[in-house]
């Protein structure tokens, strides 16, 4: 009880003390039940790491003149009180200039005046109101690929600009009388489409022909061999007809054909980053570990910890790396392990394994193996495995995408064969419809998109499965 009000317990009970004293106790009023049950936070130096300029500009986004911008994930958001309370942030601290939410994402974007308020009192902060940020070493790494996918953005958005002003001079034609539309004006608008389509064909197509070329160029056809055919044969018709004055060819198909295609290219990306689950052990590392030198603790980037340092591992903390226990009471927690959620009991002198946490007081040990070679590294990083099982699933893949295309090869040759004995301008156009009709993308998708939708479902029942091939 604390101002003739109850509280759940003492997370609920000091956000209500900072709220009140900020005038800001309408966060209640936005949903009657707001708020869960979390354990009190133990702040202290945790979080000393952020003032370590390394680490602290891996996770700024934007820094300058003063004024920063981070984006943290708080897995605690779940309502629209948390949403409102993490929008009015400023209000707490005036060195915060504004907060937003994303509340599907679970992040918080915070711009602040870093001279004002630092990234660690920033986080602290957050922590004081028990909305606690989730950073992970992970993250550290996750700004290098945030641009990664700027060049097909900008390709899809050369072919649709392309793709737009095609159609147009195409759409005469498909128009009753469009027959009649007078010779000067058709050459006029098959040059323009032939213009317009030259930076589709030789560089927003440019990933396909690349792809194509190192599996003919290691004497294998893979998926993307018709699809550079289709779109090289649709290209060198279509020019001939608009060079020859026949016409003005089929250029607004094979520019919608390439815009589709980096569509769908673009939307496997997007939801391969949905379904993703980082196997990779930065993900659940933490960023820095207290190290002991000459007796003092002091805050050390994880990496930078070698064998035989000592280093000291607080409640709920995980163990990064194999190490001995020096001193304490250890009762280590295997669950991410195991799956066993019991704590055992270690006794000093023994080994305890790196992926355990710690229940209970804080614990010292000397470190055996570095992070890379510690068990939780090696488990989720089982090289020689993952590329076995990696090596082998692209064998099917390719060998079932090889089949396909020689036939599909084999299928467009004897049609265009037929019609070159019957009627020798239908020809072309059969071998590069059949080359279109067939393209093979559904056949790329299939598997990927069948084992990442399977471990999301199981994903969200708790349930990982490190083996694909039980999947398969």
Same mark, same amino acid.
């Given at each position: 009880?604390?101002d003739?009000k109850?509280?759940c317990?003492?997370?609920?009970?000091?956000v209500?003390?900072?709220?009140?004293?900020?005038e800001?106790d309408?966060y209640y009023?936005?949903q009657?039940?707001s708020?869960i049950?979390?354990e009190?936070?133990?702040v202290g130096?945790k979080y000393?790491y952020?003032d370590?300029?390394?680490i602290?500009?891996?996770?700024l986004?934007?820094?300058?003149?003063?004024i920063s911008k981070?984006?943290?994930?708080?897995?605690t958001?779940?309502?629209?009180?948390?949403?409102w309370?993490?929008?009015?942030?400023?209000?707490l601290?005036?060195?915060i200039?504004q907060s937003?939410?994303? /509340?599907?994402?679970k992040t918080v974007n @915070?711009?602040f005046k870093?001279k004002?308020?630092? %990234?660690r009192? !920033? $986080?602290?902060?957050?922590?004081?109101?028990?909305?606690i940020?989730d950073?992970?070493?992970?993250?550290l790494?996750?700004n290098k690929?945030?641009?990664a996918?700027?060049d097909?953005?900008?390709?899809i958005?050369v072919?649709?600009f392309?793709?737009?002003?095609?159609m147009?001079?195409?759409?005469?034609?498909y128009?009753?009388?469009?027959?009649?539309?007078?010779?000067e004006?058709?050459q006029?608008?098959?040059w323009?489409?032939?213009?317009l389509?030259?930076?589709v064909?030789f560089?927003s197509a440019?990933?396909?022909y690349?792809?194509?070329?190192k599996?003919l160029?290691?004497?294998?056809?893979n998926?993307d061999?018709p699809i550079?055919l289709?779109?090289?044969?649709? /290209?060198i018709?279509s020019?001939?007809? @608009?060079f020859t004055?026949r016409?003005i060819?089929? %250029?607004?198909? !094979? $520019?919608?054909l390439v815009?589709l295609l980096?569509?769908?290219k673009?939307?496997q990306g997007?939801?391969?980053?949905a379904l993703s689950f980082e196997?990779?052990?930065k993900s659940?590392?933490p960023v820095?570990?207290?190290?002991?030198?000459?007796g003092?603790?002091?805050?050390?980037?994880?990496?930078s910890?070698?064998s035989g340092?000592h280093i000291i591992?607080?409640?709920?903390e995980l163990?990064?790396?194999?190490a001995?226990?020096?001193k304490?009471?250890a009762k280590i927690?295997?669950?991410?392990?195991?799956?066993?959620?019991i704590?055992v009991?270690?006794k000093?002198?023994e080994?305890i394994?790196?992926?355990?946490?710690?229940?209970g007081g804080?614990?010292?040990?000397?470190v055996?193996?570095?992070?890379?070679q510690s068990y939780?590294t090696?488990?989720?990083?089982q090289?020689?495995?993952?590329?076995?099982d990696?090596?082998t699933?692209?064998?099917?893949?390719?060998?079932?995408?090889?089949y396909f295309?020689?036939?599909?090869l084999?299928i467009?040759?004897?049609?265009a064969?037929y019609w070159?004995?019957n009627?020798?301008?239908?020809a072309?156009?059969?071998?590069?419809?059949?080359?279109?009709?067939a393209?093979?993308c559904?056949?790329?998708?299939?598997?990927p998109?069948?084992?990442g939708s399977?471990?999301?479902?199981?994903g969200?029942?708790?349930?990982?499965?490190?083996?694909t091939q039980?999947?398969?």
């Open positions: 009880m604390w003739d109850p509280f317990c003492y997370g609920c009970k000091t209500y003390e900072i709220l009140n004293a900020k800001m309408q009023e936005i009657p039940m708020g049950k979390i009190q936070a133990e130096d000393a952020l370590l300029d390394e602290r500009e891996k996770l986004i934007f820094s300058d003149g003063g981070v984006e943290l994930f708080v897995p958001i779940h309502c629209a009180s948390c949403i309370l993490l929008e009015n942030l400023a209000t601290n005036p060195g200039i937003s939410v994303n /509340f599907p994402a @915070i711009t870093d004002e308020i630092s %990234l009192q !920033l $986080v602290e902060l957050l922590v004081s109101i028990h909305y940020p950073i992970s070493l992970n993250q790494e996750k690929g945030k641009n996918d700027r097909l953005l900008l390709k958005g072919a649709g392309s793709l737009l002003n095609v147009l001079y195409n759409f005469p034609e128009l009753p009388g469009g027959e009649l539309l007078e010779t004006f058709l006029y608008f098959g323009l489409s032939f213009l389509s030259l930076p064909v560089y440019s990933d396909y690349l792809s194509a070329f599996g160029k290691h004497k294998m056809v998926i061999v550079t289709g779109i090289l044969t649709l /290209f018709q020019s001939y007809d @608009i004055g016409g060819g089929f %250029l607004d198909s !094979l $520019v919608g815009f980096l569509i769908g673009w939307y997007k939801t391969y980053q196997r990779d052990y659940y590392f820095a570990v207290t190290k002991l030198i000459n003092k603790e002091v805050t050390t980037p994880l990496k910890v070698k340092d591992i607080r409640n709920q163990i990064p790396a194999d001995k226990l020096m304490g009471q927690d295997y669950s991410f392990v195991t799956g066993e959620s704590p009991p270690k000093e002198g080994l394994f790196a992926g355990g946490r710690q229940v804080a614990i010292e040990m000397e055996i193996h570095e992070v890379e939780l090696q488990l989720w990083n090289d020689e495995k993952k590329a076995s990696h090596s699933l692209n064998t099917r893949i390719n060998k079932i995408g090889e295309t020689v036939i599909i084999l467009a040759t004897i049609a064969v070159l004995f009627n020798p301008s239908l072309l156009f059969a071998f590069t419809s059949v080359l279109i009709i393209c093979p559904a056949l790329a998708l299939t598997i998109f069948t084992f399977t471990m999301r479902m199981f969200r029942k708790g349930f990982y499965i490190k083996n039980v999947i398969e």
